[in-house]
């Protein structure tokens, strides 16, 4: 293994730090990592649906996974080391939520009683989505991914006013949270009535990596955020949809089992 010193001299110190983190990421892109996972998960419950959406999602990375079904459950990705760590961590969220998953079907008494109350009533939903409509391009994305995950979602659409019998019908309440979210009184008015019944919120931020001042930016939504949701900035849609979308999946999951359960 050969080490290489890298020497950086500057008078600015933040010119200094800013060339390590250009160096690290180069590294990260670059350098060529192995990586080996041990699955606490069986892959062979994954369909054929999740398995070709992990394989793309390795392909979109330039990573070669290798899984090896037969002996010990080893997941093996070649690929920059960044772009393996994100390949991993994508496996993972794909194994909980496959997890989760499995654990409600086997609960059959929760899953027919859940059923039934969602087949009694057309206007019963498991998700009500709150957001911006300036933010309608990445939620619209959002939307299709869940639909197409086979759960009901409702929304305001321009030109529907707030109906608060949708919220009460509504699991949890998925909010997309962004930089004109709280400047906007129909949105405010979904989340304070949401609070006000007691509903589970379920936030993610949206980010726009365009914006000027980025540090002063990303402080502010982080006060907003903590001041309407009591909580720090924990799920965000930043630049990888498929691994952060897997993210927010897998936080929906446990809340509506957490729901389910309290039926």
């Not at 996974?65 to 794909?94: R, T, Y």
């Not at 993610?204 to 907003?224: C, G, K």
């Not at 949809?241 to 897998?250: A, C, H, K, P, T």
Request: proline share 1%; net charge neutral; hydrophobic share 35%.
């Amino acid at each position: 293994m050969t080490a290489v010193l890298i020497t950086l001299t500057t008078s600015s110190n933040g010119d200094l730090l800013r060339g390590e983190r250009e160096i690290n990421d180069y590294i990260d892109k670059q350098s060529l990592a192995d990586k080996s996972l041990s699955l606490r998960f069986d892959l062979r419950q994954w369909d054929q649906r999740m398995l070709n959406a992990f394989y793309s999602y390795c392909l979109t990375k330039s990573v070669l996974p290798q899984i090896n079904l037969m002996s010990d459950l080893q997941l093996q990705l070649i690929g920059s080391i960044s772009d393996a760590q994100k390949a991993m961590a994508k496996c993972k969220l794909m194994c909980e939520i496959s997890k989760e998953i499995v654990s409600t079907t086997r609960n059959s008494s929760v899953s027919e009683k859940n059923s039934q109350k969602h087949t009694s009533s057309t206007n019963s939903y498991n998700i009500y989505f709150s957001y911006c409509r300036s933010d309608q391009s990445i939620c619209n994305q959002l939307t299709t991914c869940l639909t197409n995950e086979g759960y009901s979602l409702c929304r305001r659409t321009s030109k529907k006013s707030l109906s608060t019998s949708d919220i009460e019908k509504s699991d949890v309440f998925l909010v997309g949270f962004s930089d004109e979210y709280s400047k906007k009184s129909y949105c405010m008015s979904e989340l304070n009535y949401a609070k006000s019944i007691g509903k589970k919120l379920v936030p993610f931020v949206i980010r726009q990596d365009t914006q000027e001042n980025q540090w002063l930016s990303s402080l502010t939504m982080a006060t907003l955020f903590y001041d309407l949701f009591d909580r720090e900035i924990d799920l965000e849609f930043i630049g990888d949809f498929d691994l952060e979308y897997d993210q927010l999946l897998s936080t929906l999951v446990s809340r509506l089992i957490q729901y389910k359960g309290s039926l």
